[in-house]
């Protein structure tokens, strides 16, 4: 979770280039990101620097010829010689980094320096310089607060998913996956590619065996994202390149729109956050999604579209407002009923209505399943999520006390799960249940809460009690009047 110290940094730089006469909020993140990219330039340099004393045979990111160019050495430089290094050849560096057909080039194609003045570069090159950047899930917090400021900005109101969240998910997903070159793992509404990148580094991480494995192309071909913003697809792409996929398949694309027999049963494992509370007109969504239920709700759609990209036997992990759980229309009825009955239903974990301050306070959840197309299971694990290891207001520090380990935990052994009871935090709902409770998915349908015995003394003892307050009220106000009578 972000500090409110880097809070104030990003607020302070934010309110720069405004003053400096850049007032789209967007073009103040586009701008922010690419020197945030050309920063992390050069530090992923100096890692490799480290690396190549032991393996000579690693690529280098800035050659003898383009050493004046990394940040540590620009930085340096006054600000008319900066400005012109950014104007001449920064950029043209940036969008050679990558091969000419890749992602990452097709998107900082169209990149442009917008800085407008030297001054203000030198303001902002130094202002950022004092970021440190170095955690992997500070550049993810750094952004998710940027794009807040967007939001605020009442442009491209998205928010986004807090990144231990998200490490959850990925852990959860992958630890008993069987990756191989083939598998696919995607996400339809990607934003900065936050579960993407928490993919990456979990494999990295824990199934490093993997690594010797697959060539980097095919380690490359498991990831896929795309967005319907082109400065989100571009913003992803740069992430990628910083986590080493130089030929990331992000697409800028209307996914909802554009969805086509190709993407049909492609994926092994989705993981999402789609957008919330939007509406569309049936004209602007693929047939292929409405024929799982006809709906203009944006939730609703993207649990459609996942349905239809999921292989059969492929997993998916999505964030869903908690009106996907028991909303009484149709098309959600629909929904739910293709997933409890037509599917695997694995999990349902409710999160607390604080886990996205202090950008929303809608209440969520994350809903597991896999695609079996006539498979169902018997019974469905519920969790209720009351602690994600920070406050539910809107300051967000971090606390005790967080349930993300004990889901974790109780989660890869399911098996410890059949005993607990509907007062405990986590429990199983057999599917029958659900199936004549209409459906409904919300975890205050089936969870039982004890509550406190509290005995009350009879009204005699009540009457008599008052009574001898009385009396005593009465003794005193008699012994009042004799003192004002003396």
Request: hydrophobic share 40%.
């Amino acid at each position: 979770m972000i500090t409110n110290e880097l809070k104030s940094q990003v607020d302070k730089i934010w309110e720069t280039f405004w003053t400096g006469g850049i007032s789209n909020p967007l073009t103040v993140v586009e701008q922010f990101t690419f020197l945030i990219f050309i920063k992390s330039l050069d530090t992923a340099q100096t890692k490799i620097d480290k690396k190549k004393r032991l393996d000579s045979s690693v690529k280098d990111i800035f050659t003898k010829e383009n050493q004046h160019l990394r940040w540590q050495n620009v930085s340096l430089k006054t600000a008319e010689d900066m400005f012109a290094t950014f104007q001449t050849e920064m950029f043209k560096f940036i969008k050679e980094l990558a091969d000419e057909d890749s992602t990452f080039s097709k998107y900082m194609k169209d990149a442009t320096f917008l800085i407008p003045t030297a001054k203000l570069l030198q303001k902002v090159v130094d202002m950022i310089d004092k970021l440190h950047l170095d955690d992997k899930d500070i550049k993810g917090d750094l952004y998710e607060y940027l794009l807040s400021k967007l939001a605020t900005a009442g442009t491209n109101g998205q928010f986004r998913t807090p990144r231990h969240i998200i490490k959850m998910m990925a852990e959860m997903m992958l630890s008993n996956a069987n990756i191989t070159k083939d598998f696919k793992i995607y996400d339809p509404a990607c934003g900065t590619a936050g579960f993407l990148i928490n993919s990456i580094e979990y494999i990295k991480d824990h199934k490093s065996e993997l690594l010797d494995t697959l060539s980097s192309k095919e380690f490359e071909g498991l990831f896929y994202g795309n967005d319907f913003d082109i400065s989100m697809a571009r913003i992803a792409s740069m992430n990628m390149m910083l986590h080493s996929i130089e030929s990331a398949h992000i697409s800028n694309t209307d996914a909802l729109a554009k969805f086509d027999l190709d993407e049909e049963n492609k994926y092994d494992l989705i993981l999402a956050n789609p957008p919330f509370k939007g509406s569309l007109d049936y004209d602007e969504v693929a047939k292929a999604i409405l024929d799982v239920a006809k709906t203009k709700k944006t939730e609703l759609l993207f649990v459609s579209l996942i349905l239809k990209a999921l292989k059969v036997g492929g997993r998916t992990a999505i964030i869903v407002p908690d009106g996907v759980l028991f909303g009484s229309t149709t098309a959600h009825k629909e929904i739910r009923k293709e997933i409890v009955t037509n599917q695997q239903l694995d999990a349902i974990i409710s999160m607390p209505s604080g886990v996205f301050k202090p950008y929303a306070g809608v209440s969520t959840a994350i809903i597991i399943f896999t695609k079996t197309n006539g498979h169902k299971n018997d019974k469905v694990w519920f969790y209720d999520m009351q602690n994600d290891g920070f406050t539910l207001n809107d300051n967000r520090t971090a606390c005790e006390g967080s349930d993300i380990p004990d889901i974790l935990e109780r989660f890869k052994n399911l098996e410890n799960e059949t005993k607990r009871t509907r007062t405990d935090k986590s429990f199983f709902v057999p599917i029958a249940e659900i199936e004549k409770a209409d459906f409904d998915l919300s975890i205050n349908r089936y969870k039982e809460t004890v509550y406190e015995t509290i005995s009350y003394d009879t009204p005699s003892k009540i009457l008599e009690d008052l009574e001898f307050i009385n009396s005593k009220i009465s003794v005193g106000l008699e012994e009042l009047k004799e003192l004002i009578n003396e």
